[in-house]
């Protein structure tokens, strides 16, 4: 049944007066707490029902709230390696609980709850012995009905836990991944028994309704009583200290469930609620019959959600999401913290960094996140339990996760915070279901915005987009954005999990972890470090690569404020993700502690609610060069700023004015991106090489962001010393120390066998988990080296770094003395460590050498970086201080730095035809030795479809006992799985395959051994399909094995 009452009444003083007589005679819920000490025991066979363990005594004991890793039950798990954190005490299976209750006399007659805040996973009840039923919600309580039955007295109340994968609900999912929240069992958060009347209040939803200046209030209500009951439903609303709203109804309940409807004016001074001013109102609702009184309190606020374009809409005011993931990551209990403290306290540490959304990827978080979400002011994402799943695939998963929507839904729908909902993470399937999932969810509660699924599926129907169009880092300078990636959607776009740039681990951090969570993975890098003498430097490595990782999140999130109208973007992460490989990406560990790296302050200067920005097209210039940029700023804050005084000032490292000024001054509209003014600074004046910051500034220091820029004298009178040999051939170089001469030694542009890739930007997400992408990470160098005394540098990769590292090569400098440091050290993944330089020195024999294998020459030299540290490095040559420190042999450099004929250049291999060919990069690559150049088919112009092959030809026979393969190193587009090789004396003849199979995706090196040896002057590999879904390929290295 529903009734709707649409009739008002303010309340004056006297009013109140007795409706706080009618408060002193409703009497609140009795409840008993069942938090403390439980009977216990663990059940890894599956007996105890069987058994019947709900009539006996349990033998052990622990203490709820609390989990079986919290009380230290079970088994110490393997160790992760590096895939993340390990449980100190595992336990997966049923686990019984058991308690005796005492229900006092007072309760005979009453309704009674089992309230159990947040299980995991399923769990079922029983009383005396009688079984009750389950439930297996892992989002909302576990609420039991024991109706009139329990009667005053002593009972026995036993629960089953049983953690068992219920369901696959994803291996990466939050709400069950064992290296985040993990797979713990137990129960948390409020666990009590509550009596009440018969006649009750079962639920109260609040809808704002900003338009009409009202809340429409929904109240489910049930008469167990088993006749009918006329009563009266109350409504108020507090709107300060002395007057309030209120409505009453008067209906008569029928037996069962009712739902009355009733519809609270606000009038025209209410406060709405966003992330500016989180206003707050509790409504409550009272139900009244002549023999009884239930109340129940809500929070909520008003405000209206909505969007236009592809921007969202809070209260009418276009807003831009400045979020990050919070993947359930708790390492000191393993579970989610269900005190609303623990929540403030990320609450406010997410808005201090200048974000103003927290996305919870593939999990529902308790009420008190929800609570003190809706105080900060902060907009959540809430997803359904799944993640990286084939929806559609499993009846009884979709099911499930429907059943779960709704619990989500009904259970934390009030809450202002809660704004947006998707299906889950990373979802494929039907597209029909997510439909149907979707319209559910917006019939069935009109509060929040509904996505069919986090970078997924993309339903016709949903409200919002997330998904990766827009991310990444591009360009020289600041000018780019992602305005094509924006340009003509009809839903808000919001960059899907924008950074991952990796941070080298902070090894000072293991002693955190004291609780359920043992960081065997940090173990695991000490260990490899100090094997390889480099554990004195891991606390530079994290530094190092801490810093650049600040600077490359800087650009990308500058980069999607510089596109107007865009809808925001969901960091990974501001915080580290311990698990997929130990993913240290954060600004922040996985505590949400600050790793020193940045300040909350200024990451808000470039992450906040008004952001300065500015355009310019390079970060490194030369002095008879003018500095010109567009000066923007972009403002999402809670009003325009009228008549903003935007001011710009430019300084040298040291803090010394170079020039400033101020743009006239204009009112900057909230929620767009405005054009401000033009910087035109000619750079002749400076004392050049330089480092200099600009920074803007709008009404004050308050709203602030800076970038940083080089200048370096004209090159055009840069000259080599006489006395300095340049070479790439190490007869040459030797030669010259014999002599007592200077060699600078260059690698770049040949191949060094004992070499690995290196690039500008790190490591993605993590060296475990993406093996085939960038493996090594940011430079590091004494700033003070007078190699740098004319390259003014900080210690890590900065800007000026990049035309110097992107694409090449850094030399392994294992087997060289532990005590050689190099002026450029390259910090190395932390799943390989091996001692990386990128330039060092030393003396041999008479002589003294420089080796580099930076991008100094060719085309970077063409850019000014380049040409610039190689003066500064010619000077340092030049000079009295160019003394090295240590001491190497000849044999021990040479075999370094000798490159020795290929195994096919010594077999004297052509390649004698190849089925395709994309511009630039020949399957003559493939023979030359060196894996950074690969064969690729076409790609372009019309790609030929599988199968792809190339054939080598020998001018005469060699016997081979198998091959060696390569994939290409800088990416993993064009890998190839599935091959066949074939061996021919003529070409033209090739009978059955030798070998075949699936090549590994990886960038190392495969060797495929025939069964038997063959012999041939024609071998043809065929490519019969992709590892990376393409219908091209491409391949870095073949080889044959001579027997």
């Not at 216990?40 to 890793?69: K, Q």
């Not at 900003?210 to 109350?234: C, E, I, R, Y």
Request: some cysteine; hydrophobic content about 40%.
């Amino acid at each position: 049944m529903t009734l709707v009452c649409l009739a008002t009444l303010l309340q004056t003083p006297a009013t109140l007066a007795q409706d706080n007589a009618d408060r002193a005679k409703a009497r609140s819920p009795i409840s008993i707490s069942l938090a403390g000490t439980w009977a216990f025991r663990l059940d890894p066979n599956h007996v105890g029902e069987t058994d019947r363990w709900y009539s006996g005594s349990l033998p052990g004991h622990i203490i709820l709230p609390g989990s079986t890793d919290t009380a230290g039950y079970g088994a110490p798990a393997p160790s992760a390696g590096l895939i993340g954190l390990t449980r100190r005490h595992a336990y997966i299976g049923p686990a019984w609980y058991q308690k005796t209750i005492n229900v006092p006399n007072s309760w005979s007659g009453k309704d009674i709850r089992l309230f159990l805040e947040r299980a995991h996973w399923k769990t079922t009840l029983w009383i005396d012995g009688q079984k009750i039923g389950s439930q297996d919600s892992l989002s909302a309580p576990h609420s039991y009905d024991l109706g009139m039955q329990v009667t005053p007295g002593i009972h026995l109340l036993t629960i089953c836990v049983d953690n068992t994968l219920e369901y696959d609900l994803g291996g990466f999912a939050s709400s069950v991944y064992e290296y985040t929240q993990t797979n713990w069992n137990g129960l948390l958060g409020k666990l009590f028994l509550e009596a009440r009347d018969p006649l009750q209040i079962q639920s109260v939803q609040a809808y704002p309704n900003m338009q009409d200046k009202q809340v429409a209030v929904k109240v489910d209500v049930n008469n167990a009583t088993g006749h009918p009951v006329k009563a009266v439903l109350s409504i108020s609303i507090p709107k300060n200290a002395t007057e309030k709203v209120s409505e009453n109804v008067d209906a008569t309940l029928m037996p069962g469930a009712s739902v009355l409807s009733l519809a609270l004016p606000m009038g025209d001074h209410f406060k709405p609620w966003d992330e500016f001013s989180p206003a707050l109102y509790t409504l409550r609702a009272t139900l009244k019959s002549t023999d009884t009184i239930d109340r129940k309190d809500v929070a909520f606020g008003m405000r209206a959600l909505g969007a236009r374009g592809a921007q969202f809409l809070w209260n009418g005011r276009p807003i831009f999401l400045r979020g990050t993931l919070e993947c359930a990551i708790f390492p000191k209990t393993g579970y989610p913290p269900t005190d609303i403290a623990a929540w403030t306290r990320i609450c406010r540490i997410l808005k201090s960094y200048g974000l103003n959304c927290l996305r919870f990827h593939s999990w529902c978080p308790p009420d008190a996140a929800f609570t003190a979400a809706d105080r900060e002011g902060v907009y959540l994402q809430v997803e359904a339990p799944q993640a990286n799943v084939d929806v559609g695939a499993d009846l009884k998963r979709g099911q499930f996760i429907q059943q779960e929507t709704l619990r989500i839904l009904s259970t934390y729908g009030n809450h202002p915070s809660f704004a947006f909902f998707t299906m889950g993470n990373e979802l494929v399937g039907n597209n029909a279901i997510f439909a149907d999932w979707v319209e559910l969810c917006r019939t069935t509660d009109t509060r929040h915005l509904y996505c069919s699924s986090t970078n997924g599926v993309e339903t016709d129907n949903r409200d919002f987009t997330v998904d990766m169009r827009a991310r990444g880092i591009s360009g020289e300078g600041t000018t780019n954005d992602f305005r094509d990636a924006v340009q003509g959607l009809s839903t808000p776009l919001v960059t899907h999990e924008m950074g991952q740039w990796a941070v080298y681990p902070n090894l000072a951090e293991a002693r955190k972890y004291d609780g359920v969570l043992a960081p065997m993975n940090f173990d695991q890098i000490r260990a490899d470090l100090k094997a390889k003498h480099l554990l004195d430097q891991a606390p530079k490595f994290f530094a190092a690569t801490g810093r650049q990782a600040v600077d490359l999140y800087k650009e990308e999130i500058e980069q999607i404020l510089r596109t107007p109208k865009a809808g925001g973007f969901h960091l990974l992460d501001l915080h580290d993700y311990p698990g997929q490989g130990t993913a240290t990406v954060g600004i922040l560990d996985p505590f949400w502690d600050s790793k020193g790296l940045i300040s909350a302050a200024d990451f808000a200067g470039f992450a906040g609610p008004a952001v300065p920005l500015l355009r310019i097209p390079k970060r490194t210039y030369t002095a008879n060069e003018t500095l010109a940029g567009t000066v923007e700023v972009a403002n999402y804050g809670p009003a325009d700023l009228d008549r903003a005084e935007v001011k710009w000032s430019v300084r040298t490292k040291n803090g010394a004015a170079i020039a400033s000024g101020s743009f006239p001054k204009s009112t900057l509209p909230t929620g767009a991106l405005t054009v401000v003014g033009s910087l035109h600074l000619p750079l002749v004046s400076i004392s050049a090489p330089s480092e200099l910051m600009i920074t803007a500034t709008v009404n004050g220091d308050k709203i602030h962001n800076s970038w940083r820029v080089w200048v370096y004298p004209n090159q055009s009178f840069y000259r080599t010393p006489s006395d300095i040999v340049i070479t790439s051939d190490w007869s040459v170089a030797a030669a010259t120390l014999n002599a007592g001469g200077k060699v600078l030694f260059r690698t770049a542009g040949v191949h060094i066998p004992s070499s690995v890739p290196s690039n500008y930007t790190p490591v993605f997400w993590s060296p475990v988990w993406f093996p085939n992408g960038p493996t090594t990470m940011s430079i590091l160098c004494d700033p003070h080296h007078p190699a740098f005394d004319q390259f003014p540098t900080e210690y890590y990769s900065n800007w000026q770094w990049r035309d110097l590292m992107q694409g090449s090569r850094a030399i392994v400098m294992d087997d060289l003395p532990e005590t050689l440091h190099p002026i450029v050290q390259v910090v190395d993944n932390f799943d390989r460590n091996h001692h990386l330089g990128a330039l060092f020195e030393a003396r041999v024999g008479q002589g003294r050498i420089v080796v580099s294998s930076l991008n100094l020459w060719d085309e970077g030299a063409k850019r000014s970086a380049p040409a610039q540290l190689l003066h500064s490095i010619y000077a340092y040559m030049d000079s009295p201080r160019f003394h090295p420190q240590n001491d190497l042999s000849f044999e021990a450099i040479g075999k370094l730095l000798t490159i020795r004929p290929s195994q096919m250049e010594i077999l004297k291999a052509k390649i004698d035809r190849a089925d395709s060919e994309a511009a630039g990069y020949s399957a003559v690559n493939l023979l030359d030795g060196d894996p950074d150049t690969f064969w690729h088919s076409e790609w372009q112009n019309g790609v030929p479809a599988f199968p792809h092959e190339f054939v080598v030809k020998f001018p005469s026979a060699v016997e081979m006992a198998g091959f060696k393969v390569q994939q290409r190193q800088d990416q993993a587009n064009g890998y190839i799985k599935s091959y066949a090789v074939f061996v021919s004396e003529d070409g033209g003849q090739w009978g059955d395959a030798v070998a075949q199979g699936d090549l590994e995706q990886s960038l190392n090196v495969q060797q495929i051994n025939f069964t038997k040896p063959v012999s041939g002057k024609f071998v043809r590999f065929v490519a019969l399909s992709s590892g990376a879904g393409a219908d091209f390929c491409s391949l870095a290295e073949f080889e044959v094995i001579p027997r």
